[in-house]
């Protein structure tokens, strides 16, 4: 009996007019045309910025609980457990107090120093600790990124949000501190929330830019704590910016001191300072600082890193997790 693939096309019989399937798809029908015909598309392709943005918006849940399940198992295996939150921030406080307050005496100009300081050291903490957290975010969970489908800018957000629920508690302990070196609650406290919510922002910008690099050069996440360090100095958590923008501006470099004020870590500093510190009113009374101006710098701020983040970070959705 003859195998119909044997048959002559030129018999009549139907068997020899089966199609033979191609490499490429289907009766020579290349695999995009296949794909198209049928309505297929790739599954791991980028979406377009709206879809995207939609997508992460339906996983708002799911980001929140990732950060608070982050949150609660970081010090799980510590003794003192969250109380860590607190401390760590507090002994780096007390050691930049003893080396810029007591050995070096950088606290010229300042009335309140150890609220000055702390209130540096609290929101610059955030920053550092949003910038680090989302240089890992990529690499430390290639697992979960290759086993399932979603916004890949859904990792550094959780790890940013995770930062900001222990700076919440951070700045519990803060307001202590403030009232018991003597500072009065005035209404300017209400002021804390939108400079943390514009610093939130600002974080989760660079968090999404560093994210990125992180994913693919992993280098970064060594030179990271080398870039933070410089920043923290620029940024006048241990001394008076106004008066070495006033020296420097002696000197004929007034542009020095511009950039000082200007840098976005000073910015929100200086914006928390100003909300819960009463007595910094009268600290920079003589320099006549302009806080609408610093205001205004937040909002720039915020809007240049969160924007240009997102969209570097969205740029390369589809490479995360490959390799």
């Known amino acids: 009996m003859s195998h119909p693939e044997r048959l002559s096309t030129s018999g009549g019989d139907p068997a020899g007019d089966i199609a033979q399937p191609s490499l490429n ?45 982050k949150t609660a198992s970081t010090y799980s295996s510590s003794r003192l457990g969250q109380l860590w939150q607190v401390l760590t921030p507090l002994l780096n406080a007390g050691v930049y107090f003893l080396i810029f307050g007591v050995l070096l005496n950088t606290d010229r100009g300042i009335s309140n120093f150890t609220a000055y300081l702390i209130t540096g050291v609290f929101v610059f903490t955030f920053t550092q600790r949003s910038l680090t957290a989302g240089a890992k975010s990529i690499g430390n969970n290639l697992s979960l990124i290759r086993a399932l489908h979603f916004p890949r800018a859904s990792l550094p957000f959780a790890h940013v949000l995770m930062e900001l629920q222990q700076l919440l508690i951070s700045m519990a302990v803060l307001l202590i501190i403030v009232l018991a070196t003597g500072e009065p609650p005035t209404l300017r406290w209400l002021l804390v929330v939108p400079v943390l919510l514009l610093q939130l922002v600002f974080n989760i910008g660079i968090s999404l830019a560093i994210a990125r690099l992180g994913a693919f050069v992993r280098d970064i996440q060594q030179l990271l704590p080398f870039i933070t360090r410089t920043w923290l100095y620029f940024s006048g958590v241990f001394f008076f910016i106004p008066a070495m923008a006033q020296r420097f501006a002696d000197q004929g470099h007034s542009w020095v001191g511009q950039v000082l004020e200007a840098n976005p870590g000073a910015v929100f500093i200086t914006l928390m300072r100003y909300a819960l510190i009463d007595s910094f009113h009268s600290d920079v009374a003589p320099y006549n600082m302009n806080f609408t101006q610093m205001w205004v710098l937040g909002v720039i701020w915020s809007l240049i890193a969160f924007l240009g983040g997102f969209w570097y970070f969205y740029r390369a959705e589809e490479r995360y997790g490959r390799g």
């Open 25 to 69: 798809g289907v009766g020579g029908e290349s695999l995009a045309e296949f794909a198209a015909r049928h309505g297929l598309t790739q599954s791991a392709a980028r979406p377009s910025p709206g879809r995207y943005i939609r997508a992460l918006w339906q996983r708002r849940t799911f980001i929140w609980n990732f950060a608070s399940a």
